[in-house]
């Protein structure tokens, strides 16, 4: 096993998201996201906490050899997952709030699904304000509520229960600016102008209930606190409460829901 980086994650972590969150949740996304920035031929775009790369290996494809694409992340665990896939974007380390650009120096700037975790969001989209160029567009999408995103609000209620309220917590957390205009307030505070907020229809399919559960768990709840018998416990909740969600192979397929911020820089 690896070090963990300074996002505590190791590269055995970074490559599990890639091989199971990726497929399930997020490659779904690039299209949409692409689409919603306005991302030409020859634009030079910014992907501000781009993870393993999924949405920056598709905007490279669609701005062509004559632009470019720089995926920006905290975590070198992700970085080096997305470098051994994608070598054509330009991959760096660094914090979302304290950008390593100069000003007005992207076409479009993207961040998708990575503001939750960011201790001051609202610094983080001053920042990349700042790096976009007039005429260029802002896309930040989050994941809308727990109420509009019910299988992960029922798994935030089974770790309440048989975990406790940290774990919940914990679970509850990547929707927590999904809810009652956050996120679109945020980037108000943050100065963006004409903020656009619409919300998207989403799926996540995971190949087993059983696997669903126990990687959340395992990734968001400090595993030291989760033994054998809890984590049977919480499995064993999770196959009853979301029976209607499984296929007969016990394949999971639910809505998974999520909120854009657009806005174009005059
Ligand atoms: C759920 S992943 C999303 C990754 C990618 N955008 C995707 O769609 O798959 C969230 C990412 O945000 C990154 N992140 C969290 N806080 C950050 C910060 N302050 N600055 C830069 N990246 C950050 C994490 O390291 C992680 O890779």
Not at 53 to 77: F, M, Q, W, Y
Not at 137 to 159: C, F, K, M, S, T
Request: glycine share 10%; net charge negative; charged share 25%.
């Amino acid at each position: 096993m690896s070090e963990p980086d300074e996002m505590g994650l190791t590269s055995e972590a970074a490559l599990g998201y890639e091989q199971c969150f990726v497929p399930a949740i997020f490659d779904q996304w690039p299209p949409r996201l692409i689409e919603a920035a306005g991302i030409a031929a020859g634009h030079k775009v910014l992907e501000v906490g781009c993870g393993t790369g999924v949405l920056a290996r598709e905007v490279i494809k669609r701005v062509g050899p004559d632009g470019g694409v720089t995926g920006l992340d905290v975590s070198e665990s992700m970085l080096g997952v997305a470098r051994g896939i994608c070598p054509d974007v330009d991959f760096r380390q660094g914090n979302a709030m304290d950008l390593p650009f100069e000003d007005e120096s992207f076409d479009a700037v993207i961040a998708s699904f990575m503001l939750m975790f960011v201790p001051e969001p609202e610094l983080a989209v001053r920042e990349m304000w700042r790096v976009l160029r007039p005429g260029g567009r802002l896309v930040i999408a989050v994941w809308e509520a727990l109420d509009q995103n019910p299988v992960y609000a029922g798994l935030v209620d089974i770790a309440t229960r048989q975990i406790d309220d940290a774990a919940g917590s914990s679970l509850a957390w990547p929707f927590a600016l999904g809810k009652d205009g956050r996120l679109a307030q945020i980037c108000r505070s943050a100065g963006v102008g004409d903020v656009d907020i619409s919300a998207h229809e989403g799926r996540a399919r995971f190949p087993s209930l059983d696997g669903f559960v126990r990687t959340e768990i395992q990734s968001w709840v400090l595993a030291d606190s989760v033994d054998e018998d809890c984590l049977e416990a919480v499995v064993g909740n999770a196959q009853e409460k979301f029976a209607d969600y499984c296929d007969a192979a016990g394949a999971i397929d639910f809505a998974l829901n999520a909120v854009f911020v657009r806005s174009k820089k005059d």
